[in-house]
């Protein structure tokens, strides 16, 4: 059998006549504001909630007293003890209370004085707490949660009798309690979720679990940025701008930019500098909105931008570029023009007869569009190496198919083979490796350039740098063979010219009587050598360029003098180990050399390397200047 729960109010003791509660005292010297109207109902068997109203301020009052009371009034901060303990304060009109069932309680409602530990004024009640019947609650039914929006879940269930309140649960943890049968509950997008709700009765007992509501909360992404515009800017960039997108689920956190499909990154912003556009080239621009959960939108409508191609070389010499360094490329930059072909340093053999480098596409690309033949350089100058790579079949297979591969993979018009210092006894193996890799290569229409070291005649076959290159077959398949005429001086040797005009005269003479002496090149190089004192292996020169020499005739006050028998540069200056003997090549130099070999009918010529020479090389005809 059940019981009805009987709250008795009392006031000092007596029942409270909430009418004479919480008014001003207009008597007193100063007036003393009371909570007016307070109130209390119990919750559950240990639960009370205790509510009041503002304090009423008399109309007796002077009027400037009376307002002075009513703004303190709403600013109030309120106090709840409870049995002479300090419950909590609040600038609310109500506050939870937990009591001991079959206890009479003192609860005393006061606004809080600036300056005052305890309540000068307050409105008392006294309250006892019923000792509760348990009630036999039944699982709500017709449970139910659905989505309101991203982020709000509405749940609903039938009235259960007995029941005093209603227990939430999401995931299985308590989210609140309501006297409602409707409540909505905030989620997150794009998550799943598990609500079930209990019935509890006035003891706080809490009734059997409904069934389980599952929900998965959408996501509705941001909308797609619109009305993309570009505008040129003075450095060859475009600045990219676009109109705000819409916000979906979510709030919007940025925009995320694409070139050709390629992130670029991501702004907050409404505009992104598009750099890295080569001329030539066609891009497409599109923008995404992201939102805080990570979602992002469809693309926009694209932006195309199409750079118009830049002028082709008109150019025919041939250069070595040091892909490793920045002034190589820079080099090549500015004298494009003049070059028809360029064989970067991308590739070398390993001492386990493998392979390392890679493409640089910055450089790749930038000299096709302007219509200049890229041949990589694939550099091996080991004996060792060389030998199993021409001798081992495997080995030698493995190597073909990896050149082949790699000149199409990349879109090269070629390679450049620098096999130097290859045994002589390994003539023939290297004549049949290149002839079966220039086979592969011209079926797909590429082209097979390598390097040889020069030589004025074949009398000594077995010569250990030179005996190893068959001219005369080697020029059958090769679609240009580079000769290498320098070092008659060298880093280890005692000072003097790199390429005396006798000897390239000599070197030109006999490639002019090979039966394709058209595919033959005569190299110059552009590199200066600094002599120490005492030069040798243990003691080598150091390499320099042109401008570390102009400086350092500069810094020394030197007076170079040419060369007869090369045309080459020299002088000689003191350093703090000795006397040093510098050579090098200038504009004059590089003329009286090309100009050699082309008296015995080798008019092609190929320079090592850009980044290093007297710039004014790039006037000599020979080299596609104007003279």
Same mark, same amino acid.
């Given at each position: 059998?059940?019981?009805r729960?009987?709250?008795?109010?009392?006031?000092?003791?007596?029942?409270?006549?909430?009418?004479?509660?919480?008014?001003?005292?207009?008597?007193?010297?100063?007036?003393?504001?009371?909570?007016?109207?307070?109130?209390?109902?119990?919750?559950?068997?240990r639960?009370?909630?205790?509510?009041?109203?503002?304090?009423?301020?008399?109309?007796?009052?002077?009027?400037s007293?009376?307002?002075?009371?009513?703004?303190r009034?709403?600013?109030?901060t309120?106090?709840?003890?409870r049995?002479?303990?300090?419950?909590?304060?609040?600038?609310?009109?109500?506050?939870?209370?937990?009591?001991?069932?079959?206890?009479r309680?003192?609860?005393?409602v006061?606004?809080?004085?600036?300056?005052?530990?305890?309540?000068?004024?307050?409105?008392?009640?006294?309250?006892?707490?019923?000792?509760?019947?348990?009630?036999?609650?039944?699982?709500?039914?017709?449970?139910?949660?659905?989505?309101?929006?991203?982020t709000?879940?509405?749940?609903?269930?039938?009235?259960?009798?007995?029941?005093?309140? $209603? @227990? #939430?649960?999401?995931? =299985?943890?308590?989210?609140? !309690? +309501?006297d409602?049968?409707?409540?909505? /509950?905030?989620?997150?997008?794009?998550?799943?979720?598990t609500?079930?709700?209990?019935?509890?009765?006035?003891?706080?007992?809490?009734?059997?679990?409904?069934?389980?509501?599952?929900?998965?909360?959408?996501?509705r992404?941001?909308?797609?940025?619109?009305?993309?515009?570009?505008?040129?800017t003075?450095?060859?960039a475009?600045?990219?701008?676009?109109?705000?997108?819409?916000?979906?689920?979510?709030?919007?956190?940025? $925009? @995320? #930019?694409t070139?050709? =499909?390629?992130v670029?990154? !991501? +702004?907050?912003?409404?505009?992104?500098? /598009?750099?890295?556009?080569?001329?030539?080239?066609?891009?497409?621009?599109?923008?995404?909105?992201?939102?805080?959960?990570?979602?992002?939108?469809?693309?926009?409508?694209?932006?195309?931008?199409?750079l118009?191609?830049?002028?082709?070389?008109?150019?025919?010499?041939?250069?070595?570029?040091?892909?490793?360094?920045?002034r190589?490329?820079?080099?090549?930059?500015?004298?494009?023009?003049n070059?028809?072909?360029?064989?970067?340093?991308?590739?070398?053999?390993?001492?386990?007869?493998?392979?390392?480098?890679?493409?640089?596409?910055?450089i790749?690309?930038?000299?096709?569009?302007?219509?200049?033949?890229?041949?990589?350089?694939?550099?091996?100058?080991?004996?060792?190496v060389?030998h199993?790579?021409?001798?081992?079949?495997?080995?030698?297979?493995?190597?073909?198919?990896?050149?082949?591969?790699?000149?199409?993979q990349?879109?090269?018009?070629?390679?450049?083979?620098?096999?130097?210092?290859?045994?002589?006894?390994?003539?023939?193996?290297?004549?049949?490796?290149?002839?079966?890799?220039?086979?592969?290569?011209?079926?797909?229409?590429?082209?097979?350039?390598?390097?040889?070291?020069?030589?004025?005649?074949?009398?000594?076959?077995?010569h250990?740098?030179?005996?190893?290159?068959?001219?005369?077959?080697?020029?059958?398949?090769?679609?240009?063979?580079?000769?290498?005429?320098?070092?008659?001086?060298?880093?280890?040797?005692?000072p003097?010219?790199?390429?005396?005009?006798w000897?390239?005269?000599?070197?030109?003479?006999?490639?002019?009587?090979?039966?394709?002496?058209?595919?033959?090149?005569?190299?110059?190089?552009?590199?200066?050598?600094?002599?120490?004192?005492?030069?040798?292996?243990?003691?080598?020169?150091?390499?320099?360029?042109?401008?570390?020499?102009?400086?350092?005739?500069?810094?020394t006050?030197?007076?170079p003098?040419?060369?007869?028998?090369?045309?080459?540069?020299?002088?000689?200056?003191?350093?703090?180990?000795?006397?040093?003997?510098?050579?090098?090549?200038?504009?004059?130099?590089?003329?009286?050399?090309?100009?050699?070999?082309?008296?015995r009918g080798?008019?092609?010529?190929?320079?090592?390397?850009?980044?290093?020479?007297?710039?004014r090389?790039?006037?000599?005809?020979?080299?596609?200047?104007?003279?």
């Amino acid at each position: 059998m059940q019981r009805r729960a009987v709250l008795t109010v009392l006031a000092a003791g007596a029942v409270l006549g909430l009418a004479s509660v919480g008014a001003v005292d207009a008597s007193a010297a100063t007036p003393c504001l009371k909570p007016a109207k307070v109130r209390v109902q119990q919750l559950g068997a240990r639960t009370f909630l205790v509510r009041w109203q503002p304090p009423a301020v008399s109309k007796r009052l002077p009027r400037s007293q009376r307002i002075s009371l009513i703004r303190r009034a709403r600013a109030a901060t309120y106090r709840v003890v409870r049995s002479g303990q300090v419950v909590g304060q609040t600038r609310r009109r109500a506050m939870r209370v937990s009591v001991i069932p079959g206890r009479r309680i003192l609860i005393r409602v006061g606004i809080v004085t600036r300056g005052r530990k305890n309540l000068r004024c307050a409105s008392l009640v006294r309250v006892y707490a019923q000792q509760l019947e348990r009630a036999d609650l039944a699982v709500p039914r017709k449970f139910v949660a659905r989505e309101l929006s991203g982020t709000t879940a509405r749940l609903r269930w039938a009235v259960v009798p007995n029941a005093f309140a $209603y @227990r #939430v649960f999401k995931d =299985g943890a308590v989210v609140t !309690q +309501t006297d409602r049968v409707v409540m909505d /509950v905030p989620v997150v997008a794009g998550r799943e979720y598990t609500f079930q709700v209990a019935a509890v009765d006035r003891a706080g007992r809490l009734g059997p679990m409904s069934r389980i509501s599952a929900l998965t909360t959408s996501v509705r992404p941001p909308s797609a940025p619109t009305g993309l515009t570009a505008i040129a800017t003075n450095d060859g960039a475009y600045l990219v701008s676009w109109k705000a997108a819409v916000r979906g689920t979510a709030p919007l956190v940025g $925009y @995320r #930019v694409t070139r050709n =499909g390629e992130v670029l990154g !991501q +702004t907050r912003g409404t505009q992104w500098k /598009v750099t890295g556009l080569e001329a030539g080239k066609a891009y497409r621009i599109e923008i995404r909105s992201v939102d805080s959960l990570g979602e992002l939108s469809a693309a926009s409508a694209p932006l195309n931008i199409e750079l118009d191609p830049p002028p082709p070389t008109r150019g025919h010499a041939r250069a070595f570029l040091l892909a490793s360094t920045d002034r190589s490329f820079e080099d090549f930059q500015i004298n494009y023009m003049n070059i028809g072909r360029i064989y970067p340093t991308y590739f070398d053999c390993t001492a386990a007869a493998g392979f390392i480098g890679r493409d640089d596409p910055r450089i790749t690309q930038w000299a096709q569009v302007r219509q200049v033949e890229v041949l990589p350089r694939l550099n091996c100058q080991s004996s060792a190496v060389l030998h199993r790579i021409l001798t081992e079949p495997a080995m030698r297979e493995w190597w073909l198919n990896k050149i082949v591969t790699l000149v199409r993979q990349n879109g090269y018009q070629g390679i450049n083979l620098d096999f130097e210092k290859g045994l002589w006894s390994d003539r023939d193996a290297l004549t049949g490796f290149v002839t079966e890799l220039s086979s592969r290569l011209h079926a797909e229409g590429r082209l097979l350039s390598m390097e040889l070291s020069s030589k004025v005649n074949d009398d000594n076959k077995q010569h250990p740098r030179s005996g190893i290159f068959d001219y005369p077959a080697l020029g059958r398949v090769l679609d240009e063979g580079l000769i290498m005429v320098w070092g008659f001086h060298w880093t280890t040797s005692g000072p003097g010219a790199v390429s005396p005009l006798w000897w390239i005269d000599g070197v030109a003479k006999y490639a002019a009587s090979m039966p394709n002496s058209d595919r033959f090149v005569i190299g110059t190089p552009m590199y200066a050598t600094d002599w120490p004192p005492n030069a040798g292996t243990s003691n080598p020169a150091k390499a320099l360029e042109y401008s570390d020499v102009t400086a350092l005739i500069a810094r020394t006050g030197a007076v170079p003098q040419r060369d007869a028998e090369s045309g080459e540069l020299f002088f000689t200056y003191q350093a703090s180990d000795g006397r040093h003997e510098v050579w090098f090549l200038d504009v004059e130099a590089v003329r009286q050399k090309h100009a050699a070999a082309a008296a015995r009918g080798i008019t092609q010529n190929f320079v090592w390397r850009l980044g290093e020479e007297d710039e004014r090389v790039w006037t000599l005809p020979s080299l596609g200047g104007t003279g």
